[in-house]
Nanobody
Framework: VQLQASGGGSVQAGVSLRLSCRTS????????MGWYRQAPGKQRELVAS???????KYAESVLGRFTITRDNAENTVDLQMISLEPEDTAVYYC??????????WGQGTQVTVSS
């Protein structure tokens, strides 16, 4: 199983980034997908998730700025981030979770937002 995240970078506040996670080795459509992030000195937190039925959920801190989408044909899950803030600086991780079964993590991609 592989979850390959990409799209991170160092940007100025206010700009946009799009993260992408390409998966292999799982039956993608059977997994709830999520993006988590971990800032230095903080616990990993859920940023956004999207269910197998395409229902998204967002952390309050990113509501209205981040959009999660999935493509079951391409086995990918993306996170479009706009109006980035310095507080969004973190390592972002892709997550795949099957209810009461399996859970997998990607390797993380760094997002750094400077003011």
């Amino acid at each position: 199983v592989q979850l390959q995240a990409s799209g991170g970078g160092s940007v100025q506040a206010g700009v946009s980034l799009r993260l992408s996670c390409r998966t292999s080795g799982i039956t993608f459509r059977r997994y709830d997908m999520g993006w988590y992030r971990q800032a230095p000195g903080k616990q990993r937190e859920l940023v956004a998730s999207i269910s197998t039925t395409n229902r998204p959920k967002y952390a309050e801190s990113v509501l209205g700025r981040f959009t999660i989408t999935r493509d079951n044909a391409e086995n990918t899950v993306d996170l479009q981030m706009i109006s980035l803030e310095p507080e969004d600086t973190a390592v972002y991780y892709c997550n795949a979770k099957q209810y009461r079964a399996y859970e997998y993590w990607g390797q993380g991609t760094q997002v750094t937002v400077s003011s």
